[in-house]
C-alpha cells in the first residue's frame, strides 16, 4: 500500500509509441502498452506514491470519427451506436463521447473508441506500480480545452504535431466538429496543405498548434509558412501539457468507467459504521434493562423487609393476646375479655397492627395502625367483623394520623 498526502494530478500525455510530460522537453519510448506501465514507473521511481495522473491517451490503434446519434446519455449511444462500432458493447473496451449538439434535424458528437483493448489493462498495471490514474481523456478532448481565449464565432481549431503522428481538433463557426489523424511518414506535409486550405479560406483564423520540436515546426513551415498567418499561434507540446487545462469529472469524453457510488471500501465503512451503531444501540439496552431490573430488586427487597417487620408485629401481637386470653380464662367470672380477644385474634387481618389493648370495667380501648399498603376501608371491614350486631360487647372505630386508630366498645350488660 502507498501512501501520500493528496495532491492535483499530474497532466501527462501517451501519444504513439511514447511518454510525453509537461515541463520537459524529452519523451519516453516503449515497444508495447505493458513496457509502456514499466518505462512509465521507472520514470517515477523516486517519487513518493501514490503519483495521482491525468492520462492524455492517444495509442495509434484509437480513433475519434464525427457521428450522427440520438440525443442522450452513454447508455443511448452505445445501444444506438454499437452495431456500427462494436467497441461501444465491448466492456474490455475503452471509449467516450464529446457532448451531443444539434446538427441539421438530428444531433452529433465526436466518438472516441480503443480499435484493440488497452487502456484498463494499462491503468490497472500502473496502480499496481504506485501510479493511480484519475482520469484518462482522448487527445482530441484535451486539444478542445487548451484555448486560453476564443474567437467571436466561437471557431476553435487545435492540432498537436509530431514527425509522424499529428491531431487536429476543428469546430469552424459554420459546420460541426471534426477531427483528424494522421500517420506516418508523411504527416507533416499532410498538416500543411491541410492548414494551408483553411489559411485559403481565411488568412486571419485563429489557429492553436503545438509541436513536438523546433525541426517538425521548420518543416511544416515549408507547406505552411507560419510567419505568414497572424492567426497562427505556434508553442511546444511540453507547454500544452503544462497548461492548468479543466476537465470536468462528468464529460462524457472520460474513457475510464466512473467509479460506483458504493465501492467495496465504503460498504466496508458503513457496515463498521453500522455494526458500531448497533452494537451502541444494544449496549445502551442492555444498561437500561440492567439498571430497570436493578431498581425493581431493590424495591422488592424492601417491600420483604417491610413485610418481615409486619410478620414481626403480627407474631408479637398473637403472642400477646394468647396470654392474655390464658390470664382471662383463669380469672373470676365478668365481662367476656377472653371471648373478645378470640374474636380479635381469628378476625385481625395482615394489615393491621395492634399496639395496646385495654379494659376498664366494661369498657374498652383498642390502639393500632394501619400498614402503609392496606386500603383505607380496611379498618371499618375489621370493625363489623369484630363486632357484629350479635357480639356481646360494641365497637367503634377512629381514625388518627399517620394510619394510627383507635377502636373503643362496651361489653353488654
Sequence with gaps: MFISRPSDPRTLLLWGDRWWFAGTGAS????SLAHAAEVLAAHYADEPKPVRLRLIYQPDVFESVAVACPHGDRATLAAALAGEFPALADPDHAWGHEPVLPAGNGFS?????????GLFTLAA????????VDSAWPLATFLHALPEEWSETGAVT????????????RHPADAGRTVQLWHGDTTVAEVGHWLAGIFAQNAEEPVLLFCAD??????????????????????PLVDALARPVVLPRYHPAQLLPRLPVVTAQ?????????????????????ARES?????????????????????????????????????LDSGSAGPPCGAFLAKVSTTLPPGIVITSLRTSGRNLTLDGWLAPTAPATLIEDWRSRLAPVDAPWTVAARSGHGGAFTLTGVFRP
Excluded: K
Excluded at 458528437?109 to 483493448?117: A, C, R, S, V, Y
Excluded at 511544416?220 to 492567426?231: E, R, S
Excluded at 465504503?266 to 442492555?286: K, T
Design 125 to 132: 498495471r500502473l496502480a499496481h506500480l504506485g501510479l493511480a
Design 109 to 117: 458528437t465526436l466518438l472516441h473508441f480503443e480499435g484493440q483493448p
Design 214 to 235: 523546433d525541426e517538425v515546426a521548420e518543416a511544416l513551415g515549408a507547406y505552411a509558412p507560419l510567419d505568414c498567418h497572424p492567426g497562427l499561434d505556434r508553442l
Design 28 to 31: 519516453r519510448e516503449f515497444t
Design 266 to 286: 465504503r460498504a466496508v465503512i458503513a457496515a463498521s459504521l453500522a455494526f458500531l451503531l448497533f452494537a451502541g444501540w444494544i449496549g445502551a439496552g442492555y
Design 158 to 169: 487545435v492540432v498537436a504535431l509530431q514527425a509522424e503522428r499529428a491531431v487536429a481538433y
Design 291 to 327: 439498571m430497570a431490573a436493578r431498581a425493581e430488586t431493590d424495591q422488592r427487597q424492601a417491600r420483604l423487609a417491610a413485610l418481615r417487620a409486619e410478620v414481626g408485629h403480627l407474631r408479637e401481637n398473637a403472642t400477646e393476646i394468647a396470654t392474655l386470653r390464658a390470664a
